[in-house]
Each structure stands twice: as C-alpha cells, then as structure tokens.
C-alpha cells in the first residue's frame, strides 16, 4: 500500500497543476477582454462613436461589439451543457400557463440545449419587431418567461450560448439603442440594468 500511495502521488500532484493552471489562464482570459474592452471604450470616448453600434455602423471594428459580449459571457460560465434526451413540458399541469405556445416550445425545446448549460431558448414573435421568449428547461421540461419582451421592447434582439448563463439583450426605445445583461441563477432571471448605448443604429448588430 506504501508503494501505490508513493507512486500515485506525483500523479495527484500533476493533476493538481494542470487545473491551477487552466484556471490560472481562465483568469488571464477575462483579464485580456476586460483590458481590451477597456481600451476600446476609451478610444469610443475619444471619437464620440458609440461601441455597441461600432460593428454595425461600419466605422470602427466589430470586434468592439464581440469583446464586450464575450466577455459577459466568459463572466457567467454554465457548469456543463446537458447531452441528454429533451424533456417536454407538462402543460396539463406545472407548464399550463405556457400551452398557448405549445408548439413553438415543444419544436423549440426538441433541438436541446442553447442556453445556459441546460436551457432551450425559444423566441415567439408577436407582431412586426415584437418577439418575446422562453426558456424551457429541457432536464426536466419547466418552463420560464423572459422577463422583457412585447411590444415595449421594439426590434429586441438576445445574445445567447449554451456554455454561458448570461443574456445580452438589445432594443429600441425613444429613437435609442437599450442594452441590458440577464443571468440565469437556476430559477430566474438577474438584471444588470438597462443601459443607453447609443442612436437606434447601434441596436443593428453585425450578422455572423
């Protein structure tokens, strides 16, 4: 027993380095976006051009746009994104309230996680530039409503992945491009604030 516990341990010990050193150079990554985005909020400063409307007018980098988004999302990692069977929801009995839109969440919620490790968003639109959605749970089918959306929130556009917990939603308001973060904390929604971030151009985000 000596001997094994002799020989396992350098292998423990290797083990242990390597994750100092993924999470040693997670922490530099944030560290050289938040610097980057840092810089470029000076230079938007300088120039008067907004950076969020950067990629979309043309007249500065679209990286601007990317960097502040990546960031918010590197900031709320999902802890694993489920490969699972989707899960539907129940709407004879917990998801009732969401069986108007049955078939749009079930479609939606069929092709698997896009959110947050194990969430389906699914976006419904209401109108011309109206949409709103949901995020369906697809371990176990729940359903939650978005908590902005409608009519209120002109041409709302959502950022999202399924390794990130954080929403970057942008909409037109007063002739004005809004900009707010939503993180999922595992039973709703956590605003960071609405923002103005410029003329309604700057809502017109770089296609990928």
Same mark, same amino acid.
């Given at each position: 027993m000596r001997v094994l516990a002799t020989a =396992?341990? !350098?292998?423990?010990?290797?083990? +242990?380095?390597i994750a100092m050193a993924q999470a040693t150079d997670?922490?530099? @990554?944030?560290?050289?976006?938040?610097? @980057?985005l840092r810089v470029l909020e000076e230079q938007q400063?300088? +120039? &008067?051009? !907004?950076?969020?409307?950067a990629g979309r007018? &043309? =007249?500065s980098p679209a990286v601007s746009v990317e960097a502040f988004e990546r960031s918010v999302f590197v900031r709320h990692p999902a802890e694993g994104v489920?490969?699972? *069977? !989707? @899960?539907?929801p129940d709407f004879q009995g917990r998801d009732r309230d969401f069986a108007s839109y049955r078939t749009r969440l079930r479609n939606g919620m069929a092709q698997g996680v896009n959110f947050a490790g194990s969430l389906a968003m699914v976006e419904v639109g209401c109108g011309t530039n109206c949409r709103f959605a949901f995020a &369906?749970?697809?371990?176990n089918g729940q359903v939650f409503s978005f908590p902005i959306g409608g009519e209120d929130y002109y041409s709302l556009d959502l950022q999202f992945r399924p390794e990130s917990r954080a929403v970057v939603a942008y909409w037109q308001a007063n002739q004005r491009c809004m900009r707010d973060?939503?993180?999922w904390t595992g039973k709703d929604f956590s605003s960071s604030g609405q923002s103005d971030i410029g !003329? =309604?151009?700057?809502?017109?985000? *770089?296609q990928q």
């Open positions: =396992t341990f !350098p292998i423990l010990l290797g083990l +242990s380095s997670h922490e530099e @990554r944030i560290r050289k976006l938040e610097e @980057r400063a300088r +120039s &008067g051009v !907004p950076l969020s409307g007018l &043309g =007249t489920y490969r699972g *069977q !989707p @899960r539907l &369906g749970d697809v371990r973060v939503f993180v !003329p =309604t151009e700057a809502c017109y985000r *770089q």
